[in-house]
């Protein structure tokens, strides 16, 4: 049997073997994604900043595509054959956090280069500690009582209150790469100490 430069399609016709994609690939864009395409099942219109940024992070992670708002997939030379597709995952990206964000905020947004630039300018401006929301969840968690719950719907709004709160206290957030468990220690620990 001769090699060719071709392959048959699931309908007889002839597809060019170059034309082959990598679903592995962080340029591969599946056929049903378009850029009206939403990656969350909520829209942000200013509050709950943390939360929608760890849903927009995962659907993102699914698709394979994080690496464009993180800066890791670099923008090629303009000669380099890889520098359309660069573009076109960017944009879509860019479109895909666009249109999970109210139109307020979408207006307000839409003029940056590339995802990693609205990226950049969403943490700067809705990633910030806020004071007030801290104190907030501390006295959510100092005024919870068990009351009509069960022991599992007590524990499960307990655990959601401390989670919020270390996710929003930066002083709780280790960013060191941990290879003998230290951040998993200190995290249980926190939880312990909240329970004295």
């Known amino acids: 049997m001769e090699s060719t430069d071709q392959e048959e399609t699931s309908i007889g016709n002839p597809l060019p073997a170059h034309a082959i994609q990598d679903l592995t690939s962080v340029f591969y864009i599946h056929p049903s994604e378009s850029a009206g395409s939403t990656i969350v099942p909520f829209v942000f219109g200013g509050s709950g900043y943390r939360s929608?940024?760890?849903?927009?992070?995962?659907g993102l992670s699914v698709k394979n595509k994080t690496g464009f708002i993180i800066g890791k997939i670099q923008k090629p030379r303009l000669d380099s054959p890889n520098f359309a597709q660069r573009e076109r995952c960017d944009d879509m990206v860019t479109s895909w956090i666009l249109n999970?964000?109210?139109?307020?905020?979408?207006?307000s947004l839409q003029y940056f280069d590339n995802a990693r630039?609205?990226?950049?300018e969403l943490e700067d401006r809705y990633d910030q500690t806020n004071g007030a929301k801290l104190y907030q969840l501390q006295q959510e968690i100092n005024d919870?009582?068990?009351?009509?719950?069960?022991?599992?719907?007590?524990?499960?709004?307990?655990?959601k209150l401390w989670e919020e709160l270390n996710n929003l206290d930066t002083n709780s957030q280790c960013t060191c790469l941990c290879t003998y468990g230290g951040k998993s220690k200190m995290h249980k620990a926190e939880l312990d100490r909240r329970l004295i």
Do not use: H
């Open 117 to 120: 630039e609205l990226w950049d």
């Open 52 to 58: 929608w940024r760890r849903t927009v992070l995962r």
């Open 144 to 159: 919870l009582s068990q009351g009509n719950l069960d022991i599992t719907g007590y524990y499960t709004k307990i655990r």
């Open 100 to 107: 999970s964000m109210s139109k307020d905020l979408r207006d």
